[in-house]
């Protein structure tokens, strides 16, 4: 139970947040540019944009995000800061994600939201790293 207490869960929240606000507002900017609206099936969606040339950087980009928020809760819990990366990116990742969006069902889904994980980790470990250097 002590180990429970030793999380700051506000910082963790922040990092979802920004985890979750970046992926989205990507999300729908490639969504507009390539012309998939609301009513368009999720399969043809889906299909549209693995056939564009804006799937591999929103892949990145969607990591990218990860380490962001990872980040963020590293810098904010000012401590154990891989831990609260790791523990962001898990509950944005694999927690929301999966209950918004079910499991990835390829190969490639499944290693992004490995390589989110571990960008979530080095984000945190990177937000402990410059803190130490500025004391």
Do not use: C
Not at 60 to 75: C, H, K, P, Y
Not at 81 to 109: K, Q, R, V, Y
Request: proline letters at 4%.
């Amino acid at each position: 139970m002590e180990q429970l207490r030793r999380i700051a869960w506000l910082p963790i929240i922040w990092g979802v947040l920004t985890d979750m606000f970046l992926t989205t507002l990507m999300s729908q900017v490639i969504a507009l540019a390539l012309g998939i609206g609301l009513d368009t099936d999720p399969s043809a969606a889906d299909a549209i944009l693995k056939a564009s040339p804006y799937y591999w950087p929103a892949f990145m980009m969607g990591i990218v995000f990860s380490g962001a928020g990872g980040f963020l809760a590293g810098r904010l819990a000012k401590r154990e800061g891989a831990f609260h990366g790791t523990l962001t990116a898990f509950i944005s990742n694999i927690i929301l994600g999966l209950l918004i969006t079910g499991a990835p069902e390829d190969m490639i889904g499944m290693v992004g939201i490995m390589l989110a994980i571990l960008a979530g980790t080095v984000g945190g470990w990177l937000a402990t790293v410059g803190m130490k250097q500025e004391a």
